[in-house]
């Protein structure tokens, strides 16, 4: 069987994430479009994980954290295509009984989540400290973590980015999903943030930028980023996306942050993604 | 009083956390610790001495020090926070109600200074609603130990146990009592002293002052029934329920907030199981001061002769 590319992943992911808001007229599309290239590359090329023997120590394996847990539909869709569970369990997504809770959480049992996130700004924390227990263990393995622009507006990621360089955490890569936009309006309109870049340098952090539509891009940087832990300090990668990304009427605008399309907007939002994988 | 309690001696409680988490360091090699700039209050120098690959010191920065415990679970570790109730509570909430309790991760949460007897530092410090926060959430499991024997003991108890859960303790040297080879039994109530008249349910610095009471009770005819209760969540409603099926009313102390504390869990009992007169010896709806810890307890009538005025009430009622 052809294996598919990292595209055609890609596509696939973003029609469940349609099709899940849809159904259940709730959610968070614009996100988790811009961060669907991301997720396809670090779960796809990136990341050693065992989908079918999950547990939630992860030892031997990589760990994610989504600290943005608002954009639980790209990483649920992640989940099932990686085989962590059934792409048919797509379909409860936010209904009664579901494992897919609105913001992931292990509560229900879902494989491949292993904190509850969703209030903002306490995921940093718990990826350096699943760093710590790592080093602790002697597993060299790496903890991925993402994290809202917005987000970083919460003081608690601040006082984990501190303790995190002052404490040598060099077993973590953090990523920011830079798409200047939150549920107010631009970012810069709700409360600016000055230079992204210089304050985690500031903080003591590796930094690196990349482009989080591009794939070569995503692969190349992550990469980079990996090459970089082990010396001391932690690395973040600021990656700029598109809010709304793959979907024409959807880019470009806050307003597709935490709203669900319409049955005839998702029609042509679906038109423009091929179907690659087979829906759920 | 049929029994009499002799005091070993004079130990602050949270000596016995510090005393507990030692033993730990050496039986138990996935634990870990954390504090947030309060490691000699908080007891904890020899076990960061002993331990220093298993220690982290977080700064002042409560609200990751809760995040960085939640992930080190992740990967087996046990960790143990050290830092004042009040920033072990309130001031991270929503981090321990999301990252911990929802998430059902092995975090203990030790909180110490809790209450009035914290003493000069004033109310700003002295937290009396901790117990109702912890309470409230799933999955917690509140931890109130009596003096320091029972606080080392809970301290060693709670590593084998899977699941969040809050221990309490404070700053003042109290009469240590308790039996030090006792096994602590999470979710069990002890009677201290049968009686017939009167239960009186007592929790953490509460339940010395409720012996002295128990004293003085017997001295007026009144042959109380005394209760620890060191664990407030899960609540032993069956050796409560029996209590008062013999004396037919009740007293709750602790030092804590009137409004969800152990009183008002004793209270749901009660209703659910057994209506019956009760009395509550707490903090009723203010802030504290600064001032010394028994001058506090004084005058926010939470001390021994709160507790004798409090049965000789709640008998009138039956």
Known sequence: MEVATTTEISSQIRRDIIRMVTDVQSGHPGGSLGCTDFFTVLFFEIMNIDPTNFTIDGIGEDLFFLSNGHISPVYYSTLAHKGYFDKSELATFRKINSRLQGHPSPAKGLPGIRVATGSLGQGLSVAIGAALAKKLNGDENIVYSLHGDGELQEGQVWEAAMYAAGNKVDNIIATVDYNHKQIDGDIDDVLPMGDLAQKWEAFGWQVLEMDGHDHAAIKNTLQKAKSMCGNGKPVVIIMTTIMGKGVDFMMHTHKWHGSAPSEEQAEQALSQLEETLGDY | ?318
Request: charged letters at 25%; hydrophobic letters at 40%; one cysteine or more.
């Open chain 2, 1 to 318: 009083m049929n029994k009499t309690f002799e005091i070993q001696d004079y130990k602050d409680t949270r000596s016995g956390f510090g005393a507990g988490l030692q033993e730990l360091g050496k039986s138990h090699p996935n634990v870990v610790a954390l504090c947030a700039d309060l490691t000699g209050s908080l007891k904890m120098n020899a076990f960061q001495d002993e331990n220093p690959d298993r220690f982290f010191q977080v700064g002042i920065a409560e609200a990751n020090m809760m995040g960085l415990a939640a992930g080190l679970t992740i990967g087996g570790k046990i960790p143990f926070t050290g830092t004042f109730a009040n920033f072990s509570t309130g001031r991270v909430y929503d981090q321990i109600r999301q990252s911990i309790a929802y998430s059902n991760k092995n975090v203990k949460i030790c909180a110490s200074h809790a209450g009035l007897t914290l003493g000069e530092d004033g109310a700003t410090h002295q937290i009396l609603e901790d117990i109702g926060l912890m309470k409230m959430l799933p999955n917690m499991t509140v931890i109130s130990p009596c003096d320091y024997n029972e606080t080392k003991a809970a301290t060693i108890a709670i590593a084998d146990y899977e699941g969040p859960v809050y221990l309490r303790f404070g700053r003042p040297k109290v009469p240590n009592f308790t039996d030090p080879n006792k096994k602590f039994e999470i979710g069990k109530a002890e009677i201290l002293n049968e009686g017939k008249d009167v239960t009186i349910i007592a929790t953490g610095h509460m339940v010395w002052k409720a012996i002295e009471a128990g004293k003085e009770l017997l001295e007026k005819g009144i042959n109380p029934e005394i209760i620890n209760v060191h664990t407030i969540k899960p609540f032993d409603e069956k050796t409560v329920i029996e209590s008062v099926n013999k004396t037919k009313c009740v007293v709750t102390a602790e030092e804590h907030m009137m409004n969800g504390g152990l009183g008002d869990t004793v209270a749901q009992t009660l209703a659910k199981n057994h209506p019956s007169p009760l009395e509550m010896v707490a903090v009723n709806d203010t802030f504290g001061e600064s001032g010394k810890g028994e001058e506090l307890l004084a005058k926010y009538h939470i001390d021994t002769a709160d507790i004798v005025a409090a049965v000789q009430r709640v008998i009138q009622r039956k």
